[in-house]
């Protein structure tokens, strides 16, 4: 009597693909919408992530002799859904920054954000009804240099604690300068715009 096939882990494969898939609409969420509340659910979200990692480690080692290469699928699949949520919260944000840049670039066209002086400090903005929507705190800051700099700040959360969009006229954030100091991690969205969180 021939042996019977090793049994195979769908279940365990369809279980990690589900988790796999809320993780990266979970990301995708935040992405869009940033705030203490959508934090909180992708960091549940990650750590059930997280627990279908460890058990698809364990899968792989605990199953290899029996299942050989499908005692890796789990894995696989923890692994494309890790890529997989940071391309398309990458990608997310760069939509949403596209669809809103006309309401960022009129911000900074403002004429009292032109009017604003080197050397008085950063300004609080005054933010339109319209504005509220897509940012809830606004300042500009003009360097010695004469460079204008406008910080468009939209989410806030733990332990990240602000973020935003950070516009300057020279298009680099000099060095010492306070946004510099203030926006530890940053990334260029495009000329002149940067995205930045502290």
């Known amino acids: 009597m021939a042996d019977a096939a090793p049994k195979s882990n769908v279940g365990l494969q369809i279980a990690i693909l ?17 705030s203490p509340a ?12 997280l627990v279908a990692v460890v058990v698809s480690i364990a899968a792989l080692v605990t199953g ?8 890796a699928v789990p894995l696989l699949i923890c692994s494309a859904g890790w890529y997989g949520a940071r391309f398309a919260s990458d990608m997310a944000a760069d939509v949403l920054f596209a669809r809103n840049l006309p309401a960022y670039e009129a911000m900074v066209a403002r004429p009292d954000v032109q009017a604003v002086v080197a050397g008085t400090g950063l300004q609080q903005l005054t933010l339109h009804e319209s504005d509220r929507s897509l ?3 606004a300042g500009a800051e003009r360097t010695p240099d004469g460079t204008l700099m406008v910080e468009l700040v939209n989410g806030s959360g733990f332990p990240v604690k602000h973020s935003g969009f950070l516009y300057t006229s020279s298009g680099s954030i000099p060095e010492g300068s306070r946004m510099n100091s ?14 930045v969180s502290d």
């Open 135 to 137: 940012f809830w705190w």
């Open 38 to 49: 959508t934090q909180l659910l992708s960091g549940l979200v990650f750590l059930a992530y």
């Open 64 to 71: 290899w002799r029996r299942l050989t290469w499908r005692a």
């Open 182 to 195: 203030r926006w530890p991690y940053r990334c260029s969205m495009r000329a002149h715009w940067f995205c």
């Open 18 to 34: 589900v988790i796999a898939s809320v993780w990266v609409v979970g990301r995708v969420i935040f992405t869009l919408y940033a």
